[in-house]
């Protein structure tokens, strides 16, 4: 049904008989002119809107609101293996009978979805053949076969855990009541689906940081402060022979990442081990002046505004001078008005951090220089392009 006040947004005909003939011109669902009338009306008049074009440096209102339409197909052609098994088949490309058969789906929903994914470009169709195939970005990020896959982490950690959780953001914005993380991954199950998807993303991260953006020369002992899984100690390990690290973790993500550990070169599990800790808690139980290297990788978006300072203060006590901090997260820019990837993301952390900041660099320097650091050694680095960024600063 269209929205009440939808006639008045058409624009006026400009002759004298559509004039005459307005009041019943045939727009959605009004009284139906006569067949001359009605032809001569809809050729004055265009299309219907229903909300601004991003053209106009306005907002999508339709985009943004069914958004999560085209969110859950993409989560959906995951679960049931789309994008696999196109991969996987000759040629790179299946009809749609042969999808209902290698998806397990045999009805016609397959093929609603299927044009779903058509219509934002995941999937390319071609016509004539009535054949479908992957587009380039599918078939580089969403194929498990590709070394750039991070298809677990968007199925597993967004569509399966951080999608529900962002139903409650309207009350959560207006009482403050939300979960923290430390009550959400006391579930075991929840604890375990975090960790694992997110190791898929934060071990192609942490090649990158260690590859280009960070120096581990005369790194001998780090501290991964809330490091889940272990993703940036193994690639730093790895990455330099000679580098320990300590990882704090909640104890349920701890148990997740036991079999992950297990997994790595035993060389590597020689060198990273866990010690059980809320990373919040007043002090650390590690020794001071002891760390070259302290990194809070998705740590600090993720406690309360208040005790942000606490762990830059905690990770200063535990350097050796001229040791550095390493503060990598989802950040806007300064002006806060974007990127607008890295705005959702802290968005989203509202529903298990309710008291927690929107990062940018000028609030996390802020709170680093009381926390002692020297702010004449900051450096500040884009990461992830659009999503997240990365600094570091030296303790005197």
């Not at 004298?16 to 008049?45: C, E």
């Not at 587009?135 to 194929?143: E, G, H, K, Q």
């Not at 730093?236 to 070169?265: D, N």
């Not at 951090?353 to 926390?371: D, F, H, Q, T, V």
């Amino acid at each position: 049904m269209a929205p009440k006040g939808l006639l008045a947004r058409a624009p006026a005909a400009t002759t004298a008989a559509s004039k005459a003939h307005l009041s019943v011109a045939p727009v959605l669902g009004s009284r139906v002119a006569a067949p001359a009338v009605r032809s001569m009306v809809l050729r004055a008049a265009p299309a219907l809107r229903f909300s601004t074009s991003a053209e106009e440096e306005d907002v999508d209102i339709d985009g943004v609101a069914y958004g999560f339409m085209a969110s859950q197909a993409l989560f959906t052609a995951l679960e049931i293996g789309v994008y696999d098994e196109i991969a996987i088949s000759p040629g790179g490309s299946l009809s749609f009978e042969a999808l209902k058969s290698a998806c397990g789906v045999d009805a016609w929903r397959l093929e609603t979805l299927l044009t779903s994914l058509v219509a934002f470009k995941s999937l390319k169709l071609d016509r004539p053949g009535g054949v479908y195939s992957l587009s380039p970005n599918t078939a580089r990020f969403l194929v498990q076969s590709s070394r750039n896959y991070y298809g677990d982490y968007l199925k597993y950690q967004i569509g399966r855990q951080f999608y529900g959780r962002m139903e409650s953001l309207p009350k959560i914005m207006a009482t403050g009541e939300a979960p923290s993380y430390a009550d959400w991954f006391s579930n075991p199950e929840e604890a375990d689906t975090y960790t694992k998807a997110q190791h898929n993303g934060s071990t192609a991260t942490a090649k990158v940081l260690v590859r280009k953006k960070l120096s581990l020369a005369g790194v001998g002992e780090m501290l991964d402060v809330g490091g889940g899984s272990g993703a940036f100690s193994y690639v730093f390990a790895a990455a330099s022979p000679e580098l320990k690290s300590t990882v704090l973790e909640l104890p349920g993500v701890c148990a997740s990442a036991a079999k992950i550990k297990s997994e790595q070169p035993q060389d590597i599990q020689d060198r990273v081990s866990y010690v059980e800790l809320d990373a919040t808690s007043p002090s650390w139980p590690v020794p001071e002046t002891h760390f070259d290297l302290v990194l809070m990788s998705y740590i600090s978006g993720s406690v309360p505004e208040f005790l942000i300072e606490k762990l830059y203060a905690n990770a200063h006590k535990a350097l050796k001078p001229g040791g550095r901090l390493v503060v990598h997260d989802f950040m806007v820019d300064d002006s806060l008005d974007g990127p607008a990837l890295a705005a959702y993301w802290a968005l989203q952390h509202v529903t298990v951090n309710s008291a927690g900041l929107g990062l940018c660099p000028a609030k996390i320097s802020e709170r680093m220089g009381r926390a002692g650091f020297d702010l004449a050694t900051l450096k500040v680095d884009e990461m992830i392009h659009g999503l997240t960024k990365v600094m570091s600063v030296t303790k005197k």
